[in-house]
């Protein structure tokens, strides 16, 4: 079965400090990774995705994300946080399953909170 | 435009009763998804839907039973609700299924 973990319930930074928001992932197959956001009373917002190709992939506001598979990874970082970045960040994974189908999986969440 | 679309925005309800929330989506994709979200915030898969053939039915309790009358729609409805029914409901929909989801903004159900 996938699995995503997500170690860090929140993370703290300064603001116009880079961040980092950690991933890990288990899946038989080739893994797709994903990113997402979510602000307060809404709904989950897309950020980023990994399918192929470059490790390193740029998504929306200024995040990036590195594909790591020796470690099994896809940590989210961004080189300078702003106090708007502040909101709940998920991972998701996705893979083909033996009935054919995708299952998207997400991690527990990890809340980003950037002080003034 | 709203692109995946889910009324109402808020229930609240007595146990036993049923509901249900529709969902509609924009955005000419083939999958659609009900996730549901609890307290701590935790999404959880409940199914999935594509091309309106159910694809993905994880382990819910059969008071849940969604219903696709058509690719852009897909519905949710709950028999005799408990207490532990109480959560956000999320729609959501992808382009195939190995791409990314886009939300709906949730129905949030409180069952009293």
């Known amino acids: 079965a996938q699995s995503v973990a997500q170690p860090e319930d929140q993370v703290n930074v300064a603001e116009g400090n880079p961040l980092t928001v950690k991933c890990t992932y288990s899946v038989s197959g080739n893994p797709y990774l994903f990113w997402y956001v979510q602000y307060p009373n809404r709904g989950l917002q897309f950020l980023l995705k990994y399918i192929t190709g470059d490790n390193l992939v740029k998504g929306s506001y200024g995040f990036e994300a590195e594909f790591n598979k020796s470690q099994t990874s896809f940590h989210l970082k961004k080189p300078s946080a702003l106090v708007s970045d502040s909101a709940l960040y998920f991972c998701a994974v996705r893979a083909h399953q033996s009935g054919g189908s995708y299952i998207p999986t997400f991690g527990r969440g990890t809340s980003l909170i950037v002080h003034p | 435009d709203t692109a995946v679309s889910q009324t109402p925005k808020y229930l609240v309800t007595q146990m036993g009763n049923d509901k249900s929330i529709k969902c509609e989506q924009n955005?000419?994709?083939?999958?659609m998804y009900w996730y549901k979200q609890d307290s701590k915030k935790f999404l959880k898969i409940m199914f999935s839907?594509?091309?309106?053939?159910?694809?993905i039915n994880e382990t819910v309790p059969n008071r849940f039973s969604p219903k696709s009358p058509d690719k852009a729609h897909l519905n949710l409805h709950i028999n005799s609700l408990e207490l532990g029914d109480s959560a956000v409901y999320f729609c959501a929909s992808s382009q195939y299924q190995s791409r990314e989801l886009f939300f709906g903004e949730g129905s949030r159900l409180t069952v009293l």
């Open positions: 839907y594509n091309n309106k053939e159910l694809i």
């Open positions: 955005l000419g994709h083939d999958t």
